[in-house]
């Protein structure tokens, strides 16, 4: 059974660059999607982005000029850099993955990090 | 952008029939997902491909999709099914989520 587990720095100042990582314990690493997702507070659920074991990414359209999602497979492990942030950019950020056992659905989920963004 | 539309509320006594609709362009061609969330928790996915049920989640929820309306039913609805519900689907752009629903049960 996959597990996924998420890292990084919850306290960021605007402009700075947030940097997040998952680690995928327990499952094959290959023949994934693995995909951030966040959610600001007492708001709702945004796709951020997606990579697979290759390297191969699909970015949210209206965050792709700030997001680069990239793939360790040494470590098992995918990170997301999210550059000039802002405090819109406060949420709850979660790694998940793509198995395909359920088709396109995020099937497993990480414990979620907030981070903020604030002067 | 891709949007999918959901009531920002439903709210239903225990036992009674939750209905919880969402609406998107292309969910014609492209199948919804739903996802239950209680505070604090990461979503869990409650229906797949419109209307198939993960393993795990109970019989009393379904789902159905006909044109460009998707609809997720919990059948005789129970207090810890409070939760908020949203749909998921992709298109040609990516992945999308919809505003969400806060589902109350009281």
């Known amino acids: 059974q996959v597990q996924l587990q998420q890292w990084g720095a919850g306290l960021l100042k605007p402009s700075e660059t947030l940097s997040l990582t998952c680690a995928v314990y327990g499952g094959s690493f290959s023949g994934y999607y693995w995909s951030w997702i966040r959610q600001p507070p007492g708001k709702g659920l945004e796709w951020i982005g997606e990579i697979n074991h290759s390297g191969s990414t699909n970015y949210n359209p209206s965050l792709k000029s700030r997001v680069t999602i990239s793939v360790d497979t040494s470590k098992n492990q995918f990170s997301l850099k999210l550059s000039s942030v802002t405090a819109a950019d406060t949420a709850v950020y979660y790694c998940?993955?793509?198995?395909?056992?359920?088709?396109?659905?995020?099937?497993?989920w990480g414990q979620g990090t907030m981070v903020t963004v604030s002067s | 952008s891709y949007e999918l539309t959901q009531p920002p509320s439903v709210s239903v006594s225990p036992g009674q029939t939750a209905r919880i609709t969402c609406s998107g362009d292309a969910l014609p061609k492209k199948y919804a997902y739903w996802y239950q969330q209680k505070s604090g928790q990461a979503p869990v996915l409650v229906i797949y491909e419109d209307s198939k049920r993960p393993s795990g989640i109970p019989e009393r929820f379904s789902g159905s999709s006909s044109g460009t309306m998707a609809t997720l039913t919990i059948s005789g609805a129970q207090v810890e099914d409070e939760a908020d519900y949203y749909c998921y689907s992709t298109d040609s752009s990516g992945r999308v989520f919809g505003g969400g629903t806060k589902l109350t049960v009281l």
């Open positions: 998940s993955s793509l198995s395909g056992y359920y088709l396109d659905a995020f099937d497993i």
